[in-house]
């Protein structure tokens, strides 16, 4: 979670305000580590699949209606 002072992405923002861990999205995608920490905490650009993932995964921990635009412009 943020507090370290580390930058984070939209998608680490998003987490961080609705207090989900990394990990539990971690579990639940099948994701690594290093990916997931690259996409909370820098502007990378997953891949269209690691979005899917990422995407299923927070509307199943928060129960709200995200999209990929929310997080990522292409």
Same mark, same amino acid.
């Given at each position: 979670?943020s507090?370290l002072?580390?930058?984070?992405?939209?998608?680490?923002?998003y987490? &961080?305000?609705? %207090? #989900?861990?990394?990990e539990k999205?971690r579990?639940?995608t099948g994701l690594? %580590?290093?990916t997931? /920490?690259?996409?909370c905490?820098? &502007?990378?650009l997953?891949?269209? /699949? @690691?979005m899917?993932?990422?995407i299923?995964?927070?509307?199943?921990v @928060?129960g709200?209606? #995200?999209? @990929?635009? &929310? =997080?990522? /412009? =292409?």
């Amino acid at each position: 979670m943020s507090g370290l002072g580390k930058k984070r992405s939209k998608y680490g923002e998003y987490l &961080d305000a609705r %207090k #989900v861990d990394q990990e539990k999205i971690r579990a639940i995608t099948g994701l690594g %580590k290093d990916t997931l /920490t690259r996409v909370c905490s820098t &502007d990378h650009l997953p891949s269209g /699949t @690691t979005m899917r993932k990422l995407i299923e995964a927070t509307r199943r921990v @928060t129960g709200e209606d #995200v999209n @990929t635009s &929310d =997080f990522w /412009t =292409f």
